[in-house]
């Protein structure tokens, strides 16, 4: 069964909202060749990302192809992209067949001002919950939790959230061994420093 996941790019995105998620796709790409992994921005030009990493999309919008899961980053290009209409229009297309519509930090503005995350349980950034609440777009924007479900709509905290998130749905559209067997060839087991003194 091939699975096509689509990562939607746009100046100012967060470079790891995407490129966590990315890692964990095409790792499970690595154990099943039936996953397709595709970057989509808006034109073939670079985008340039919140910390200055510049990246060459493999598609445009104009010309991406049917997804089966849509991932969208946040970032500070999340403000300015929440007035693009034509971004918000290709997002609704393109989560319409998809079988997951998800998002990394403050990339959930922009599903839940495009529709699919509109009137759902979400979640996002710990400093962008209030801002996110008060645009009343979502039904209920959950603090504290890594990521977020409401039907097929599954939206993550910030940056390194994403990556759980991606785990978490690798599980999902395979079995959770083998989101593990992912989880393991990514070394992937969190364990950051300065959590308590020493």
């Known amino acids: 069964m091939s699975t096509r996941i689509g990562i939607l790019l746009f ?3 967060e470079e790891l909202d995407f490129v966590g998620p990315f890692e964990v796709f095409t790792m499970a790409r690595m154990v099943d060749a039936a996953f397709e992994v595709l970057t989509i921005a808006p034109s073939a030009s670079p985008v340039v990302c919140a910390k200055g990493l ?8 104009a010309d991406a192809p049917p997804l089966d899961v849509l991932l969208v980053p946040g970032g500070q290009g999340t403000r300015r992209e929440v007035n693009n209409q034509a971004m918000l229009d290709w997002i609704a297309g393109a989560a319409r067949d998809c079988q997951w519509v998800t998002s990394v930090c403050t990339g959930s503005l922009l599903l ?3 529709g699919p995350a509109r009137d759902k349980r979400v979640t996002t950034h710990w400093g962008f919950v209030d801002a996110l609440r008060k645009r009343a777009t979502a039904r209920e924007v959950v603090e504290g939790a890594r990521f ?14 994403g990556i759980d998130m991606a785990l978490w749905l690798i599980g999902q559209l395979r ?6 067997k992912v989880q393991h060839l990514m070394e992937y087991y969190p364990a950051p420093p300065y959590t308590a003194e020493v």
């Not at 510049?54 to 919008?61: E, H, L, N, P």
């Not at 479900?149 to 599954?154: A, K, L, S, Y």
């Open 148 to 161: 977020v479900r409401d039907g097929n709509v599954v939206t993550s905290a910030g940056v390194s959230a």
């Open 54 to 61: 510049r990246v060459i999309a493999d598609r445009t919008m």
């Open 112 to 114: 839940a001002e495009a």
């Open 11 to 13: 100046d100012d995105a």
């Open 175 to 180: 079995d959770p061994a083998f989101a593990r």
